[in-house]
């Protein structure tokens, strides 16, 4: 065997042996044996952009990988000095100098419908996508990308594995912070619509608005049988629906969205958009928002319901 084949032999021994306790996924609920969960990796990163993993540069297997140094320029004056991904079975939990972001959760039902939707939109074959997607569920993987420190600035710690775990959403209560329901319609032609104004109402007013989707698209769906799509906010998170059936969500509360802001802030420091952003973000845990995208339907396909609202 090569050089760089042993090398990746050596690095993935030290990592099931030595590094910490593994990112545990979900149980499986299948009875095939088959589980990967590793400890802790940490890329480090140096002012260059250039990337090391126990010491060990991507160069050093023959392959050419850097982050573009105008990025970690902007991570490092924003004081970012290590960003965290799980994978955890049940979604792609995400931190920012250990502070929990609002991140992405899944089911398995949620993942094989956006396959499919995805499928029906690209027009792509995803079969292959679809049968990886056991291993996805079984898979525990925790990357951390360490930066450069800023000058002066306080060293932060990584985020235990165990604090982490427990960085679920916790949503408050209160009133809706804003209010929007609505049904939408998309025609044959791919223009949008509301209650009874069509595109073509719009136009006369001299408020002309082009197709959302294009023909094929629409064909696409209509031959996947896509009826409808919806956008559903709780306190807990932001919510999509393809025929009733749920897709993977973004989990979020008044805490995580204003850690997202807060990072806003950082990298963004002179954007005319920060205030919006660090006033808005965190009532939007508390927005009732319920949008409902009507698709053509074939002719011949029997109308599927939508969720109850």
């Known amino acids: 065997m090569s050089k760089s084949t042993w090398i990746a032999i050596l690095v993935a021994v030290a990592l099931l042996v030595g590094c910490g306790s593994a990112a545990q996924p979900a149980p499986p ?3 095939e044996p088959f589980m990967l969960a590793l400890p802790r990796i940490v890329v480090t990163v140096d002012n260059a952009g250039n990337p090391k993993v126990f010491g060990l540069s991507p160069a050093t297997f023959g392959m050419d990988a850097k982050l573009p140094k105008p990025m970690v320029d902007s991570l490092v004056a924003g004081d970012v000095q290590h960003i965290e991904a799980r994978v955890v079975g049940d979604g792609l939990k995400l931190f920012a100098n250990g502070k929990p972001l609002p991140y ?27 049968k990886l997607l056991p291993i996805l569920r079984r898979l525990g993987l925790d990357v951390v990308l360490r930066l450069p420190k800023k000058a002066g600035a306080a060293e932060i710690p990584l985020i235990s594995l165990e604090e982490g775990a427990k960085s679920a959403p916790q949503p408050s209560g209160g009133p809706a912070t804003a ?16 209650l009874d104004v069509t595109a073509g109402d719009l136009a006369t007013l001299g408020m002309n608005m082009g197709p959302v989707l ?20 709780k306190p807990g998170g932001l919510y999509l629906f393809s025929n009733g059936k749920p897709l993977p969500y973004l989990a979020w509360d008044a805490r995580f969205l204003a850690n997202a802001a807060e990072l806003y ?40 319901p939508p969720p109850q609202r």
Not at 179 to 194: A, F, N, R, T
């Open 29 to 31: 609920k299948t009875p």
């Open 104 to 130: 992405i959760g899944w089911n398995d039902e949620g993942l094989v419908q956006a396959v499919d939707l995805a499928q029906a939109f690209t027009g792509q074959d995803l079969g292959s996508a679809k």
């Open 179 to 194: 209010i929007v329901k609505m049904d939408l319609k998309i025609d044959d032609k791919g223009q949008p619509g509301i």
């Open 214 to 233: 294009d023909q094929e698209t629409l064909q696409r769906l209509q031959k996947a049988n896509i009826q409808h799509l919806l956008v559903r906010t």
């Open 265 to 304: 802030g950082q990298l963004a420091p002179d954007s005319p958009y920060r205030e919006l952003i660090n006033g808005v973000a965190p009532g939007l845990e508390r927005a009732d928002v319920d949008v409902l995208v009507n698709l053509p339907k074939a002719a011949n396909a029997p109308a599927i």
